[in-house]
Nanobody
Framework: RVQMLESGGGLVQAGGSLRLSCIVS????????AGWFRQIPWQERKGVAV???????TTADSVKGRFTISKDNANNTLHLQMNSLTPEDTAMYYC?????????????????????WGQGTQVIVSP
């Protein structure tokens, strides 16, 4: 059974940093593309950053230069380093994985392309 557990969220002031982690079990993590997505109430879940099994990444324009995704295959863990946070980054953050050819080759940020999801970790950035 696939399990995914996010951690690292919390309350931070604007300009601060957080590091999110997602521990994945129940699958061969090395073979999967993995990504971070975020969602605020009443809005569609949006892709933040994804990384494929070859290490190629795609990052949303809204966070480019501030957020960095990384994948630790040895420890089955996905990370998201978030710097220079703004109140607009406030959201529930989710990790997701998928290993379809489309996702792995395209590094897509579309949430509906991903099969497995964690429960989310809340990030709140105060002004």
């Amino acid at each position: 059974r696939v399990q995914m557990l996010e951690s690292g969220g919390g309350l931070v002031q604007a300009g601060g940093s957080l590091r999110l982690s997602c521990i994945v079990s129940g699958l061969d993590f090395e073979d999967y593309a993995a990504g971070w997505f975020r969602q605020i109430p009443w809005q569609e879940r949006k892709g933040v950053a994804v990384i494929n099994s070859d290490g190629r990444t795609t990052t949303a324009d809204s966070v480019k230069g501030r957020f960095t995704i990384s994948k630790d295959n040895a420890n089955n863990t996905l990370h998201l380093q978030m710097n220079s946070l703004t109140p607009e980054d406030t959201a529930m953050y989710y990790c997701a994985v998928d290993r379809t050819v489309w996702v792995r080759t395209q590094c897509t940020l579309r949430h509906y392309d991903y099969d497995y999801w964690g429960q989310g970790t809340q990030v709140i950035v105060s002004p």
